[in-house]
């Protein structure tokens, strides 16, 4: 049929017509509202478990082991406006040895069977992603040196890199980068070890195997660990428990962790491992790179008192001493009776410690019986900030092992923080002690310094805070006798009418006072037949009951005592009258709190030392240059976790004047 003859008026028509729907097509084909811009992808939230993956690599980027062309049985997409030239990967479905993919300063926690290596990959693109915005952090750097670089003794290594020939020739030896370019990234990686296998006889004692991490850089090693070619990969042994490694990598990181098999241990290994760009998320502190560690100041039955080493240098009219003095307590305390085998082998990990020791902080909050506080409080010679510790709820004649912690980075922890896993200090260990008649008093109003065990009779003083201010407000009492007699000195004239052009009257003062304190609370540790031929001890009170009114057996000094003072009673009368501890052994002071009355205080006053080897000398004060007398706040040479004999290595001050004493 002859299609209708159309005059040239409908025939434009129709042409208008046929472009116009023309048009209405393309556009509703190329602007529905299914396809989305390109600069929509940022708006993704979070929550999509795909975001991450999308941001992973920049889109239309192809990269050469990317491409996957196939002759036969291939995939092909079908791409709007394309004829089907280009040819898609087909969807690929994960299997058991593809290496579990980290992301960056995101840890996973995972079980690793005994015999089993577990596979993670650290893509290029986190590698190349962009660092984490700095936080809000404590008043100064801690002074801690080197954490990053360690020896492999402490289970944290030095940075390795493969070049791009490394990457060619994978039997060539692998060896760090010289210099650092634009193309390679210092990734930091590191675990915890959470859990360990448990011995299946009860008489083991030592910790099962640590853990092995295996490090590559090389693509055709994404699975490393002890059965892969071992020039493709670096290995690392966990120490107690941690391992830190940091690595210059050009590309992707590939990363195993192996459990090896062992008869004599049965269960698993739960470990923490995360992989960061900004620095470690766990860090463990080497004591030779760290001025933190754990000091013990002293001990009783029941309790221990602890410090941290200097937080800060500043001196103490700069803001960064006064922000200290006012900073929350950073650090965190964990504690196990060292009887308790369950730590050992995880002394090194956060995680381990958190989830086993029996003493252990809720996040950044200490348990319980832990008593946290900064304190400026005199110590190795200054009165720099530092934190301290006052631990409770402990079992006499004990040794527990404790251990110095941070949550997390001091300011937030856990998963997209920077250190989020938590800092950890060498382990110490102290001991309790055995009586109940010397308790740690401390924060005295007074006698500021004194921190200590002293003489106590828990039937007659049952708290330390009435304990404490016997001794404090009876130290103050006589020092206001001393201050009547400094007022007669001419301590504000010219200085040719001064008694010293070296020393003022404010010296003599603070010496007059630090010995005061110590003389009139001596420091108190066990008493002990084992102890009589320390020259730093001194027997004293022999002849009073114990606070359990048993008394000392007969023994040859017994005899003795009847006719020593030294042994028989205590320095101060008031001590045996009305506090009444018993037998117990002073810590005998440092013979230069002595001397530093007489260099410091005027001629006039009639101040003497006893000669050194007289019986005066013998029976009170230990030689200074020997280490083990007791001064406020003097470390000694006494190894970090051990006690001078029965006692903790804080020496105590007490002084016997030959002269005009004003007590």
């Known amino acids: 049929m002859p299609l209708p003859k159309l005059n040239p008026l409908q025939s434009r028509l129709v042409a208008s017509i046929i472009a ?35 941001g992973e690599r920049p889109f239309l980027v192809v990269e050469r082991e990317d491409l996957d062309i196939r002759d036969t049985g291939e995939y092909s997409g079908s791409i709007l406006g394309f004829n089907g030239g280009i040819v898609a990967r087909a969807p690929q479905t994960p299997t058991a040895s593809d290496p579990q993919p980290l992301l960056n300063n995101v840890p996973i926690t995972d079980n690793v069977e005994q015999g089993e290596t577990r596979s993670y990959s650290f893509l290029k693109a986190s590698v190349f992603g962009n660092l984490s915005a700095p936080t809000a952090g404590l008043p100064s750097l801690i002074q801690a040196r080197g954490i990053e670089v360690r020896t492999k003794d402490h289970g944290i290594h030095q940075p390795i890199d493969f070049t791009d020939d490394d990457e060619l020739d994978p039997s060539s030896e692998l060896k760090p980068r010289q210099s650092d370019s634009g193309d390679v990234r210092t990734v930091y990686i590191s675990v915890n070890t959470c859990a360990q296998p448990a011995p299946v006889q009860n008489t083991t004692i030592e910790p099962p195997p640590q853990l092995e991490l295996y490090v590559s850089l090389f693509a055709n090693n994404t699975n490393p660990g002890p059965n892969s070619d071992s020039s493709t990969q670096e290995r690392y042994v966990l120490d107690r428990g941690a391992v830190m490694v940091k690595v210059n990598a050009t590309g992707d990181v590939f990363i195993g962790l192996f459990g090896q098999s062992t ?28 001025s933190l560690d754990l000091a013990i100041v002293d001990s009783d039955a029941s309790a221990s008192m602890l410090i941290t080493g200097d937080l800060t240098s500043e001196n103490q009219n700069s803001s960064v001493y006064q922000s200290w003095m006012k900073t929350s307590p950073p650090f965190v305390l964990f504690a196990s009776n060292a009887n308790d085998r369950s730590i050992y082998g995880l002394q090194h990990s956060y995680c381990g410690l958190s989830k086993l020791a029996s003493i252990k902080p809720n996040n950044a909050q200490n348990a319980e019986n832990v008593k946290a506080s900064i304190t400026n409080m005199t110590w190795g010679g200054n009165n720099q900030p530092r934190q301290r510790f006052y631990l409770s709820g ?21 998963d997209n923080v920077v250190g989020g896993g938590g800092q950890i200090w060498e ?20 006698c500021s310094q004194t921190a200590y065990a002293v003489p106590v009779n828990p039937n007659i003083f049952p708290n330390i805070t009435a304990l404490s201010a016997f001794y404090d407000n009876a130290t103050q009492a006589q020092y206001k006798f001393f201050e009547k007699v400094l007022a007669q000195i001419p301590c504000e004239t010219t200085s040719s009418a001064q008694y010293s052009l070296a020393k003022k009257c404010d010296d003599c003062a603070a010496a007059y006072k630090q010995w005061l304190c110590a003389v009139t609370i001596p420091r108190c540790t066990d008493w002990s037949l084992n102890d009589i031929t320390k020259p730093w001890l001194q027997q004293r009170n022999m002849l009073q009951p114990f606070p359990n009114r048993t008394m000392v057996g007969d023994w040859p000094l017994l005899k003795a005592a009847n006719q020593s003072a030294f042994l028989r009673s205590s320095r101060n009368a008031n001590i045996d009258t009305t506090v009444q501890p018993g037998p117990y052994n002073e810590v005998l002071p440092c013979d230069d709190l002595c001397y530093g009355i007489v260099q410091s205080c005027p001629a006039s006053m009639g101040f ?56």
């Open 20 to 54: 116009s729907t023309t048009l209405l097509l393309l556009y509703y084909v190329f602007l529905n509202a299914h396809f989305a811009y390109a600069a929509e992808l940022g708006s993704i939230q979070h929550e999509d478990h795909n975001h991450n993956r999308l």
């Open 263 to 290: 008869t004599a241990y049965k269960n698993v290994w739960s470990a923490e491992i995360a992989v960061s760009i900004d620095g470690f998320y766990h860090n463990f502190h080497n004591p030779d790179d760290s």
């Open 394 to 414: 402990l079992t006499s004649s004990s040794t527990y092992n404790v251990v110095l912690g941070m949550f997390g980075n001091s300011t937030n922890g856990g």
């Open 427 to 446: 382990m110490q260990t102290i001991t309790t002690l055995s009586g109940g008649n010397c308790a740690l008093v401390f924060d005295l109003s007074f």
């Open 608 to 663: 003497m030392c006893p000669r050194p080897g007289s019986t005066s000398f013998n029976h009170s004060y230990a030689v200074t240059s020997e280490k083990k007398c007791n001064y406020p706040g003097n470390q000694g040479t006494t190894s970090l976790g051990q006690r001078l004999s029965a006692v903790g290595f804080n020496m105590l001050i007490t002084l016997v004047v030959v002269g005009w004493m004003f007590v």
